[in-house]
């Protein structure tokens, strides 16, 4: 199985920044499509970011221009960076990793726990 631990949330205020983290860890073979979702009380979850395994992103229209996903291959991690953030930005946010476990096996999808970012006054 694959593992994935997420760090960095926080309260902050708005117009202030975040980073978040994502680390995979466990029986991994290779990893393709990291993603960051969100979801706000009361709302269905939502993609935030993807990145590619060749680094390709991709950004949900709401965050385009203020939040930079990126990937760190050696390391199995990819980060969020997250400015100018507004009190709508209040989520919890999840890491997906589609991967392999071996040579053999299918891509399946894996979820971290989740951290929780408030921006608020």
């Known amino acids: 199985q694959v593992q994935l631990v997420e760090s960095g949330g926080g309260l902050v205020q708005p117009g202030e920044s975040l980073r978040l983290s994502c680390a995979a860890s466990?029986?991994?073979?290779?990893?393709?499509?990291m993603a960051w979702y969100r979801q706000a009380p009361g709302k269905q979850r939502e993609l935030v970011a993807s990145?590619?395994?060749?680094?390709?992103?991709n950004y949900s229209p709401s965050v385009e221009g203020r939040f930079t996903i990126s990937r760190n291959n050696a390391k199995n991690s990819i980060f969020l960076q997250m400015d100018s953030l507004k009190p709508e930005d209040t989520a919890v946010y999840s890491c997906?990793?589609?991967?392999?476990?071996?040579?053999?096996?299918?891509?399946?999808?894996?979820w971290g726990q989740g951290t929780q970012v408030t921006v608020s006054s």
């Open positions: 990145i590619t395994g060749g680094g390709k992103e």
């Open positions: 466990g029986s991994i073979f290779r990893i393709g499509t």
């Open positions: 997906k990793a589609a991967a392999k476990t071996d040579m053999w096996a299918e891509p399946e999808d894996f």
